[in-house]
Nanobody, 122 residues
Framework: QVRLVESGGGLVQSGDSLRLSCETSGFTFSMFDMSWYRQVPGKERELVALAPAPGLSTTTYADFVQGRFTISRDEDDDAVYLQMSDLRPEDTAMYYC??????????????WGQGTQVTVSS
């Protein structure tokens, strides 16, 4: 059973940093693309960053990241992280970890964590 558990969210001020973590279990981590998404109420969930399975394509970031966030994966601990710096109020959202089998395209099935809330005050 796939399990994704996010942590690290919180309330911070504009310009601060946060590091989100996603601990995983129940699947072969190296065979999955790992992503972070975010969602605010009333809007669709949007991709923040994608770290592909080892040996595949390169890391991808949403345009709004603008060099402020870094996604990384730890193949030994089966975890994925999102280091966020220079946070802005518009980064306020629920952040979700996502795992998708590396041979599925973006429309294929995937698994989600329960989310961790990030709130940035101005």
């Amino acid at each position: 059973q796939v399990r994704l558990v996010e942590s690290g969210g919180g309330l911070v001020q504009s310009g601060d940093s946060l590091r989100l973590s996603c601990e995983t279990s129940g699947f072969t981590f190296s065979m999955f693309d790992m992503s972070w998404y975010r969602q605010v109420p009333g809007k669709e969930r949007e991709l923040v960053a994608l770290a592909p399975a080892p040996g595949l394509s390169t890391t991808t970031y949403a345009d709004f990241v603008q060099g402020r966030f870094t996604i990384s994966r730890d193949e030994d601990d089966d975890a994925v992280y999102l280091q966020m710096s220079d946070l802005r109020p518009e980064d306020t959202a629920m952040y979700y970890c996502n795992a998708r089998y590396k041979y599925y395209d973006s429309n294929g099935p995937s698994d989600w964590g329960q989310g961790t809330q990030v709130t940035v005050s101005s």
